[in-house]
């Protein structure tokens, strides 16, 4: 049964970092693209970044870009999210998700594109 679990949220300053972690079990990561994905209240689940079944490629939303980075250890099993220059407007629960391969040289940001999913970690950036 494929699963992943999120860990590595909690409380942080504006300025501050986090790294999120992904454990998977059940499934051969390598068959698989990665996403981390976020919800805020109120508002929609959005793609945050994702990276391909072998890490060559990574994708990321414009918001994040410069001050998150993804990163997989297919051998561990696990991929991380590592978040710097956190913004109160990154407060959201987080995601990680599992999609199908599509390219060891291309991975897709999109919520569709991912079928099984974590329980999520809270993120809250508040002074």
């Known amino acids: 049964q494929l699963q992943l679990v999120e860990s590595g949220g909690g409380l942080v300053q504006p300025g501050g970092s986090l790294r999120l972690s992904c454990a998977t079990s059940g499934f051969t990561l390598d068959y698989y693209q990665i996403g981390w994905f976020r919800q805020a209240p109120g508002k929609e689940r959005e793609g945050v970044s994702c990276i391909s079944s072998g890490g060559a490629s990574t994708n990321y939303a414009d918001s994040v870009k410069g001050r998150f980075t993804i990163s997989r250890d297919n051998a561990k099993n696990m991929v991380y999210l590592q978040m710097n220059s956190l913004k109160p407007e990154d407060t959201a629960v987080y995601y990680c998700?599992?999609?199908?391969?599509?390219?060891?040289?291309?991975?897709?940001?999109?919520?569709?594109?991912?079928?099984?999913w974590g329980q999520g970690t809270q993120v809250t950036v508040s002074s």
């Open positions: 998700a599992a999609g199908p391969y599509v390219s060891a040289w291309y991975c897709d940001i999109r919520t569709n594109k991912y079928n099984d």
